[in-house]
């Protein structure tokens, strides 16, 4: 009897065995077609960095093909009392107050690091950074893009931010000793150390 209850077992776990998918990645993260995981990384990155570099520029025609056609825009920042609000503006909105922006107002959004995760035709990027006006630190906070894989181009699909004044030196002192600045990370950094 003993050994037909063990015979029995080892038939239904070989079945249960061979029911198990051959050569199918089950993780989060896998390659996507034609490329690796870490060249949809690296594209993702490039696609965050050249929005920024023509953001500087005030480029709003490069902005707008770096976007897909139903791109979401929304921030979340903490009002007086201590809530959580989140505002939403249309892209083409967005565009034009960057347009708009006197020749002789300097800004930059500086980026910190990266944190990437690319999964099939999704990509998301998470990126600390800090506003200066006129060389002055204005705010801070972490960018979300959320990409989507179009034909072979990446765009940025959903772009969350949150602001707030208070703590940005931490950004700062980080980059000024070498750290996270401009790294692709593994993970996301804790962006509310204090």
Avoid at 2 to 8: D, E, F, P, S, Y
Avoid at 122 to 132: G, Q, R
């Amino acid at each position: 009897m003993k050994i037909n209850l063990t015979m029995l077992a080892l038939f239904f776990f070989g079945i249960s065995f061979a029911q198990e998918p051959e050569n199918e990645n089950t993780s989060a993260e896998f390659e996507i077609e034609g490329s690796s995981e870490a060249d949809a990384k690296d594209a993702a990155v490039k696609l965050v960095e050249d929005f920024f570099v023509a953001f500087h520029k005030k480029d709003t025609t490069a902005m707008r093909e770096f976007a897909h056609p139903d791109i979401v825009m929304r921030s979340v920042a903490v009002d007086t009392a201590g809530s959580n609000t989140v505002t939403t503006e249309s892209y083409s909105e967005f565009l034009k107050s960057i347009g708009s922006i006197p020749t002789s107002t300097k800004f930059e959004e500086r980026l910190h690091s990266f944190a990437v995760h690319a999964s099939g035709e999704l990509a998301s990027v998470l990126t600390p950074y800090s506003v200066y006006v006129d060389d002055q630190l204005k705010h801070c906070g972490v960018n979300s893009f959320q990409l989507v894989k179009v034909g072979e181009e990446w765009k940025i699909l959903y772009l969350v931010d949150t602001r707030k004044t208070e703590g940005c030196e931490t950004f700062e002192a980080r980059e000024r000793a070498g750290g996270e600045t401009k790294k692709v990370l593994d993970k996301a950094p804790d962006f509310d150390d204090k």
